[in-house]
């Protein structure tokens, strides 16, 4: 996606050979118009595949998703990483690893809000090495629901993520993926 990588290359700030910065406009600030064009880009590529909801995780994934969950017009679920005093009991709960963040936390889904025959599409602002997907993947599948895709907004190609997740046959759909990140600039991979 062109905007998505002029953006990335515009305001992205290389921290190392394996983080960027994207927050001017995904994960602190928002840009509404890119993530409308990114809801856009992922409800076309899964128009047809009978999706009736989105899921993702607290917090940076909610602006796509709420974006794609909207042009599908099928609700959007998020998973929580903080456990409150509304949401205790009947939860399906999975241990994730960031990479960014480089912890492992428990999220949960109230069991309400996922049901079994459910066609869910993921979407997610980064992968890396696929910890948060499979992490939701495994919640889809726990409440006899099927798992119809993963929509990445940025993929870091040069980690294993993508490929562990096609190889447990997940379809991934990337929108930016970066093959190479360096002070001197950020390198896409070729599609």
């Not at 889904?109 to 079994?116: E, G, N, V």
């Amino acid at each position: 996606m062109k905007a998505l990588q002029d953006k990335i290359r515009n305001e992205g700030i290389v921290l190392s050979e394996t983080v960027l910065k994207v927050d001017s406009f995904l994960n602190h600030q928002v840009d509404p118009q890119l993530m409308f064009e990114i809801g856009q880009f992922f409800a076309a590529a899964y128009e047809g595949e009978g999706i009736t909801k989105v899921l993702t995780l607290e917090s940076s994934g909610i602006a796509p998703a709420v974006m794609t969950a909207l042009a599908l017009r099928v609700p959007l679920v998020f998973a929580r990483k903080q456990k409150s005093l509304t949401l205790r009991d009947d939860l399906y709960v999975e241990e994730v690893y960031s990479f960014t963040k480089q912890v492992k936390s428990e999220v949960a889904i109230s069991r309400k809000f996922l049901s079994p025959g459910e066609r869910v599409l993921i979407i997610d602002d980064f992968l890396a090495y696929g910890e948060a997907a499979f992490g939701m993947a495994r919640i889809v599948e726990a409440a006899g629901a099927s798992v119809a895709g993963i929509g990445i907004v940025i993929e870091k190609s040069f980690q294993s993520g993508a490929d562990k997740l096609k190889e447990a046959g997940y379809r991934v759909d990337s929108l930016a993926r970066i093959a190479v990140l360096s002070p001197d600039g950020i390198q896409f991979a070729a599609e």
